[in-house]
């Protein structure tokens, strides 16, 4: 089934550092979201992609939709110690649009 | 202000008990969602409902039921034949059960622990 593999799986950065996060797929992704979960609680949206070679920011974010279709990236620049969480790339299945599919995240701590 | 209500925040149950978790939304959003997650790995479906009245099985349902009487109302019931129910919970919403824009507003979570 579609799958979608992120990298790193964790990140341990000194604040001010950038920070660049990736997700694949061996399956085409006509959207690409990404999500940050602070520690216990639930994901919230940050930057959702529409279309190949998208290239979309939110203030320090950064994210760009592959031409392939088979990838995504996400920058973050300057981190902050508030950047700290897990950040989730997800995609719609082809099988439904109802349905999402998650990456197994990847979670980020800044060293102040 | 608008969002989704989950509760408990914190459970805990002995082996072979039912335990329902609440999820209610005052978004007006005509699909809910719930999702699994466990440690290092991505958020697994285990039942969505696109209207009232209805609802489907996710990826990982079995052992789990849903109903879905009110549009803001989807509570889950994790039975006694999930075999390892202890994992984090967590409740969805979207406008569309198409997901157009693909964004999903969740819950805070409910964590439950089985002793």
């Known amino acids: 089934g579609q799958q979608l593999n992120q990298s790193p799986q964790s990140m341990f950065i000194q604040e001010g550092e950038d920070v660049s996060m990736n997700c694949t797929s061996s399956?085409?992704?006509?959207?690409w979201l990404w999500y940050k979960q602070d520690p216990g609680e639930g994901p919230v949206l940050l930057i959702a992609?529409?279309?190949?070679?998208e290239l979309t920011s939110n203030g320090r974010l950064t994210a760009q939709f592959g031409i392939t279709r088979k990838d995504s990236f996400l920058n973050i620049s300057a981190s902050i110690p508030s950047d700290v969480g897990i950040y989730f790339c997800?995609?719609?299945?082809?099988?439904?649009?109802?349905?999402?599919?998650f990456g197994s995240g990847t979670r980020l701590l800044v060293r102040p | 202000d608008g969002g989704i209500t989950q509760s408990p925040k914190y459970l805990f149950r002995k082996e072979g008990q039912n335990v329902t978790l609440s999820c209610e939304q005052n978004?007006?959003?005509?699909?809910m969602y719930w999702y699994r997650q466990d440690p290092g790995q991505g958020l697994r479906l285990i039942y969505y409902?696109?209207?009232?009245?209805?609802?489907q099985k996710g990826d990982i349902a079995e052992g789990y039921s849903v109903s879905r009487e009110k549009k803001e109302s989807f509570p889950l019931t994790v039975t006694s034949a999930q075999k390892n129910p202890t994992a984090f919970y967590l409740c969805?919403?979207?406008?569309?059960?198409?997901?157009?824009?693909?964004?999903?507003?969740f819950g805070e979570g409910s964590r439950l622990t089985v002793l």
């Open positions: 969805a919403s979207s406008i569309y059960g198409g997901l157009v824009t693909g964004e999903l507003f």
């Open positions: 399956s085409i992704f006509n959207t």
């Open positions: 992609l529409y279309k190949a070679g």
């Open positions: 997800a995609g719609p299945r082809m099988d439904s649009s109802y349905k999402l599919i």
């Open positions: 978004l007006n959003h005509d699909a």
């Open positions: 409902s696109q209207i009232v009245n209805d609802f």
